[in-house]
């Protein structure tokens, strides 16, 4: 177990309404990724954030955005959801500040279904 | 053309036979190189983390960058049912970014 947590386990949406998903990191891990990964598909980068401030961003649109807070967890919004959006969302904890590569320990993912 | 390229398989061995795993990767700026294993359903966990070129040894795990080449191998020996899983490589320069390969599902038999 990676102590990474995320709720809920799985999300059945519409389209057009709006989702937030949760992530606990690990104690102690300043910065917190999330990726998108599509059934067969590798993860791919949505967003970063170190210390509470955003810390990089992938190629996807301004309708996800996210939070971090000061107790290690973070937020996932997706607005005026899509059925492309449909996807297993990951978040990952890591020690690493900006300019620094650590290892990121992933969650078990939230699986958002969109019909 | 993706920046990190790797075969989705599926591939099939028998209980016991060594398995290649492989990928390429087009950005010369990547300097960390990482393998996860990603059971069904479940979050990708760390298998071999790798800083530039070079060969890193954990058990039955072996992980090789060859930078000139732009290719990252997984051995694996002794192969296992249980190790039977999606392996994900991946690939970052100094942002914190990981670009991953697209997965590639390995199923070992009895």
């Known amino acids: 177990e990676t102590g990474v947590t995320q709720s809920p386990t799985h999300l059945i949406k519409t389209r057009g309404q709006q989702v937030t998903l949760r992530c606990s990191s690990q104690s102690g891990h300043n910065t917190v990724s999330w990726y998108q990964q599509a059934l067969g598909q590798g993860p791919q980068f949505i967003f970063q954030?170190?210390?509470?401030?955003?810390?990089g961003r992938g190629n996807f649109p301004p309708r996800f955005s996210g939070l971090q807070f000061p107790n290690y967890s973070s937020e996932l919004n997706v607005n005026a959801l899509e059925l492309d959006d449909s996807a297993l969302y990951l978040c990952?904890?890591?020690?690493?500040?900006?300019?620094?590569?650590?290892?990121?320990?992933f969650g078990p993912g939230t699986r958002l279904l969109v019909l | 053309q993706k920046e990190v390229e790797q075969d989705p398989g599926p591939l099939s061995v028998p209980e016991g036979a060594i398995v290649s795993l492989n990928c390429t990767y087009s950005n010369s700026a990547f300097q960390y190189f990482m393998w996860y294993r990603q059971y069904s359903r479940k979050g990708p966990e760390l298998l071999m983390y790798t800083y530039s070129s070079g060969n890193k040894e954990d058990g039955r795990f072996t992980a090789q960058v060859d930078k000139s080449s732009k290719y990252i191998s997984l051995f694996i020996r002794d192969s296992q049912p249980s190790d039977s899983a999606t392996y994900l490589c991946a690939s970052s320069s100094n942002t914190g970014k990981l670009i991953f390969g697209q997965g590639t599902t390995l199923q070992v038999k009895p």
């Open positions: 990952a904890s890591s020690l690493g500040g900006r300019g620094t590569q650590e290892t990121q320990y």
């Open positions: 954030y170190y210390r509470e401030e955003e810390n």
